[in-house]
């Protein structure tokens, strides 16, 4: 009989090794999955100064933090309240196994664990945390597995990446900005104690909703580091324990510039992929505090705006639809550092600067008058201010008549070419266009990077349509001394250290310098003495154009220093007039031009003058200055450019 109970016995065992080598071969294949697992890792869109702008969040909101720059105080607190012998066991700890054992064979149940961080690893990252005896043999294989072909760092910074803190917050560094707002090297020892206590029970130690809770396990923490290892000192362990830090749950997102977000998106999903899961850090060129200096002025100009409506008694419905938008540039790199595409995110995301159509009023006739220019005109040139009416065939090869007319309905006569564009004249612009031909606009137009131009005479007085970042290309042909450039946020993108993309700034060379700077000198005394007198800034020298549209549907103004040219739109979303009376961009618009300038001169240096290039010349004419060149030539020295005399 004890022969027979030998061989079964015998048979058994031989059953169950070869059981257990077939189960053990077959689970340790999926090390390979382990080591090739992907988080799910939330992607960072940084300013130009390294401040966040948000964070791209799937699913699983996840910071990823190699494991040099996590604080090595975070690791012995971890390891002391969750596996003081992480750095001697293979990768499961025999003793407290068998522990465990014994109390679950009382139990008849699985009522204790005894899992190392290393099988804590395993289960979260191809396991369930199911309590079975073939889940808990899987996990223990596995542990051991891992261990071969991990080293314990490696483990380490899988394990505090990987692990789920509560709060929708995934790795230590997320829970360290989830709760505290800080990033790791911030932490003191007891907010560290905090998060490695939230591992047993996220939810139930949540600082934010169980604090006493929260720090009671922390205290037991820093007590088992200090009394039970002896890796802390008195005076740390002292401070440690009275410390009552406060915890303020954190948003997933922290999106601060919504709409700089949405334009990344919207901008890098097509060619880098889904940024939710990515783990990119992205590079923007915008700043975040001039971002938040344009948002201040953009509302500030709504608000006035409002408040005119409401006298006016305005319906309810109707004041919804006024919108606006801003954008901020430096004009010699293209990069964009402010752009707010709308007075409210929450209550519209569309982006009027980017994909609001309007159009542009006065804000294009700079471009027609450095035509002008180009073709020969100076700033000195006469134009007719006077009314004309002019024949024309429409599309259905009907003869029309056109009789344009002057914002403010009068006529001045002779003007001079600069006089005409500081006063806005409508009638002289159209004389201008009338006396060199306006076929030879449109030409230089397309040129100048002018797309879907109407070959008539009423696009020098506005009626063309754009989006606001197309038309700050535009200006920078102006403000960049003849030189375009193309508009851009994103400047780089990373994942991990490696580089996968980067912006440089595009750049074409379309006008003489010396050519621009006649325009951008008559743009000055927009803001001196014209209509946009209103944006004066003390100490600082911006060249501008204000932009109104017909029945004041649209109010713009188009504004530069030597390194920061901005943009400032108003109108209703539904293309409707503004008021019911005429409004204008020198009162609505240009306002918030001094506002942004104010401030921004308060935060940021910029040059505040104007350079003056070779062969610009200043001649003393009909009792004031104007400047001349060797294109743009002084009337009465048309043929004897060689007269210094004439030069003051």
């Known amino acids: 009989m004890i022969k027979k109970l030998g061989i079964v016995f015998f048979i058994l065992t031989v059953v169950t090794v070869i059981g257990l080598a077939f189960f053990y071969q077959s689970v340790v294949e999926e090390v390979d999955d382990i080591l090739h697992h992907r988080m799910e890792v939330s992607s960072v869109i940084l300013d130009r100064n390294d401040k966040k702008v948000a964070n791209i969040v799937g699913k699983e909101f996840r910071l990823y933090v190699d494991f040099e720059d ?12 969750e596996d003081t012998t992480y750095f001697e066991h293979p990768g499961i700890n025999i003793e407290a196994i068998f522990r465990a054992a014994v109390k679950d064979i009382i139990a008849m149940e699985m009522v204790e664990g005894a899992s190392t961080i290393t099988q804590q690893f395993v289960r979260n990252t191809v396991l369930t945390k199911k309590k079975t005896i073939y889940r808990k043999l899987k996990e223990v294989f596995l542990s051991l597995e891992v261990e071969k072909v991990m080293t314990k760092e490696e483990i380490l910074e899988r394990y505090l990446n990987k692990i789920y803190f509560g709060g929708g917050f995934y790795g230590v560094r997320t829970a360290a900005w ?47 580091m200090y009394s039970g290892l002896g890796w802390i000192g008195k005076e740390e362990y002292e401070k440690a324990l009275a410390e009552r830090p406060p915890a303020k749950r954190g948003t997933k997102t922290e999106n601060v510039a919504p709409y700089i977000r949405d334009y990344v998106v919207r901008t890098l999903t097509p060619t880098i992929g889904d940024l ?61 550092l402010a752009m707010v595409g709308g ?75 600069r ?15 009338d006396q060199l031909g306006a076929n030879n ?42 030189t375009i450039v193309e508009p851009f946020i994103i400047k780089a993108v990373y994942d991990g250290n490696r580089k996968v993309f980067e912006n440089e700034t595009f750049q074409k060379r379309l006008n003489e310098e010396r050519q621009a700077y006649l325009i951008i000198d008559i743009m000055k005394d927009v803001v001196k003495r014209g209509s946009g007198r209103r944006a004066r800034v003390k100490g600082i020298e911006l060249a501008g154009k204000t932009g109104t549209t017909d029945d004041g549907k649209d109010v713009w103004f188009n504004v530069f220093a030597p390194q920061v040219q901005t ?68 009337p009465i020295l048309k043929n004897r ?3 210094e005399s004439l030069i003051f």
């Open 70 to 81: 996590i604080p090595p105080r975070i690791i012995e607190a971890l390891l002391a309240i």
């Open 178 to 224: 989830g709760y505290f707002q800080k990033e790791l090297d911030a932490l003191t020892l007891k907010e560290m104690a905090i998060l490695v206590g939230l591992i047993k029970a996220p939810s139930f130690y949540d600082p934010t909703k169980n604090y006493d809770y929260s720090i009671g396990r922390a205290n037991r923490v820093v007590e088992r």
């Open 276 to 336: 939710r899961v990515g783990g990119y850090i992205i590079k923007t060129t915008v700043d975040l505090d001039i971002q938040n200096i344009a948002r201040q002025s953009l509302q500030s100009g709504y608000k006035t705006i409002m408040n005119k409506m409401q006298k006016q008694k305005f319906p309810e419905e109707r004041v919804k639809k006024l919108n606006g938008a801003i954008l901020s540039l430096n004009q010699q790199s293209g990069e964009v």
């Open 343 to 417: 007075v409210s995110y929450k209550d519209s995301p569309f982006n009027r600067a980017t994909h609001g159509k309007r159009q542009i009023g006065s804000s294009i006739k700079p471009f027609f008058y450095q035509v002008g220019l180009n073709l020969g005109y100076s700033g000195a040139s006469i134009l007719n201010d006077v009314q004309k009416t002019y024949d024309y065939i429409d599309g259905d090869g009907n003869e029309q008549k056109w009789k344009p007319q002057n914002y403010s309905k009068n006529v001045t006569g002779r003007i001079t070419l």
């Open 419 to 433: 006089d005409a564009l500081v006063r806005s004249r409508n009638l002289a612009t159209i004389d201008l266009v």
């Open 441 to 482: 606009f449109y030409k230089e137009l397309i040129r100048f990077g002018f797309t879907d131009l109407p070959k008539n005479m009423s696009t020098a007085l506005g009626s063309y349509t754009t989006s606001m970042f197309n038309l700050a290309r535009q200006y920078t042909l102006i403000s960049n001394y003849g």
């Open 567 to 634: 943009h400032i739109w108003y109108g209703n979303d539904d293309n409707t007039p503004i008021l019911d009376k005429k409004v204008s961009a020198a009162i609505y618009a240009a306002p918030i031009a001094k506002e942004f300038f104010t401030k921004l001169a308060d935060i940021r240096h910029f040059e505040k003058e104007f350079p003056v290039p070779k062969g610009v010349h200043r001649y003393r004419f009909n009792d004031s200055w104007e400047n001349f060149t060797d294109i743009s030539k002084p």
């Open 641 to 643: 450019v060689d007269d």
